[in-house]
């Protein structure tokens, strides 16, 4: 009885096969880890799910298949830096949608506006991350994306302040980090510019039929908000199109594989090889 009890007690942080397999099932880089990696990202997954409380908002019932789900993204920024990195929240909350956030920002002349967003995810500073279960789940189609890995890397960003772009670094990194980023950064300005020239004046930029225009760009224009944008929105390219983002950025994909320990497109050829 007493064994019984420990074991059901236990249960809940333990990700069974099916779950696992739905989990990894969009993330093309675990396929292409060793196996002992692979078992090492599990092993994180289910040791985040005993530290991190995720529950659901607007009626989301959070299943043990969600908990696997999100666990395998979040994790896997951080499948050789460990779980220290999140170390500064514990919540995640999970709307089935995606979420309306309201804004006030008072402006240079005092002036407080009041701006409305639809969003898929939020990171707050100190705070919980926030999660749209719709642009989570991994049977969706837009490959280079994933708000998880977008939210949990603003999670890296902020344990010393904002999300500015500069995380805590190892002393053989700072140096470099900056000056990096900032060229990196820079240069896509310069190209989204560039594109948003391009469209003719009868296209409105922001509708559908500028879509084509900024397909040429490597990153989501979100990325120019401003360098921590530009560090998640590169860092999701980094775990699921390494290899543009390596051609466009070649500079900053290196550095980023020395700050994850990680570097996705030797692994992709490694296992291309291997077959
Ligand atoms: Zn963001």
């Known amino acids: 009885m007493p064994l019984r009890w420990f074991k059901r007690a236990e249960a809940p942080d333990l990700i069974d096969d099916a779950d696992w397999a739905f989990a990894i099932h969009g993330l093309p880089l675990v396929a292409t880890l060793p196996r002992a990696a692979q078992d090492r990202l599990r092993a994180l997954c289910e040791q985040f799910l005993r530290e991190k409380t995720i529950s ?3 009626g989301f019932q959070v299943t043990a298949t969600v908990r696997a789900t999100i666990a395998a993204q979040a994790c896997l920024p951080v499948l050789s830096l460990g779980l220290a990195g999140y170390r500064d929240f514990v919540e995640i909350v999970v709307y089935p ?3 309306k956030v309201s804004r006030r920002n008072t402006d240079e002349a005092g002036v407080v506006h009041e701006t409305e967003d639809w969003l898929a995810g939020e990171a707050m500073e100190g705070g919980p991350v926030v999660l749209s279960w719709e642009d989570v789940a991994p049977d969706r189609d837009d490959t280079g994306t994933n708000v998880v890995v977008h939210e949990f890397i603003h999670k890296l960003d902020m344990l010393d302040g904002q999300a500015d772009g500069i995380p805590p670094l190892p002393q053989a990194l700072r140096d470099a980090w900056e000056n990096t980023l900032d060229a990196a950064y820079d240069a896509f300005c310069d190209q989204l510019d560039a594109v948003e020239r391009a469209i003719p004046r009868h296209i409105d930029p922001e509708s559908e ?3 084509a225009w900024y397909r040429s ?3 989501d224009p979100y990325a120019a908000t401003d360098p921590g944008e530009f560090f998640a929105v590169s860092g999701e390219l980094f775990f699921f199109a390494p290899a543009a983002l390596q051609q466009a950025f070649p500079a900053w994909y290196a550095l980023l594989s020395r700050f994850f320990r990680q570097d ?5 050829d490694a ?3 291997q077959t």
Do not use: I, S, Y
């Not at 996705?264 to 992709?268: E, G, R």
């Open 264 to 268: 996705p497109l030797a692994a992709q």
């Open 271 to 273: 296992a291309m090889h």
């Open 217 to 219: 760009l490597v990153l």
């Open 97 to 99: 949608a995606q979420f």
């Open 209 to 211: 039929a500028a879509d």
């Open 56 to 58: 659901g908002a607007r």
